[in-house]
């Protein structure tokens, strides 16, 4: 089982991908709010997990934004959710990830979310985190609690 952390830094072949930061929140925000802006509130009683990663097209392609990686966060040893990818966007905060690639030797800020209920932050059950790089086969797992 591979381990990543905060600030891991994930190198295949055609990407590198930087683990800014990991958390619980209830309303994804982009890194610029001034203006206009899209977000991610959390749906009445849920609570995204976040991961803030910032993507490197190490390929000489352009790189899909939703087919980098998938990301299932277990609750409690069993109730499993999967995540979504957005795009960040200098223009409008976030975009969809199915129309945006990101073109080869470029960097982009990508968040992945997955919606859990609320119970995911308050309770102390265990909450781990499973990201499969796209194409490796490799699962890395990153321990919330």
Excluded: M, W
């Excluded at 295949?12 to 977000?39: A, F, M, Q």
């Excluded at 997955?114 to 995911?120: G, H, L, N, Y």
């Excluded at 985190?129 to 321990?143: A, F, K, S």
């Amino acid at each position: 089982i591979l381990t990543i952390t905060e600030g891991s830094v994930i190198t295949t072949e055609n990407v590198e991908i930087t683990i800014n930061k990991i958390e619980l929140s209830y309303d994804v925000l982009p890194d610029n709010t001034n203006g206009y802006y899209t977000h991610y509130p959390a749906e009445s009683g849920h609570v995204y997990i976040h991961i803030d990663a910032d993507v490197k097209n190490l390929g000489r392609q352009n790189l899909d934004c939703d087919n980098i990686l998938s990301v299932t966060a277990d609750y409690n040893g069993g109730y499993k959710d999967k995540g979504f990818a957005v795009t960040e966007d200098n223009n409008t905060g976030f975009t969809y990830a199915n129309i945006t690639s990101i073109k080869p030797l470029e960097t982009r800020g990508i968040r992945f979310l997955i919606s859990c209920p609320q119970e995911v932050e308050t309770s102390a059950n265990s909450l781990t985190l499973d990201i499969v790089i796209t194409g490796t086969g490799e699962t890395y797992t990153y321990t919330v609690r």
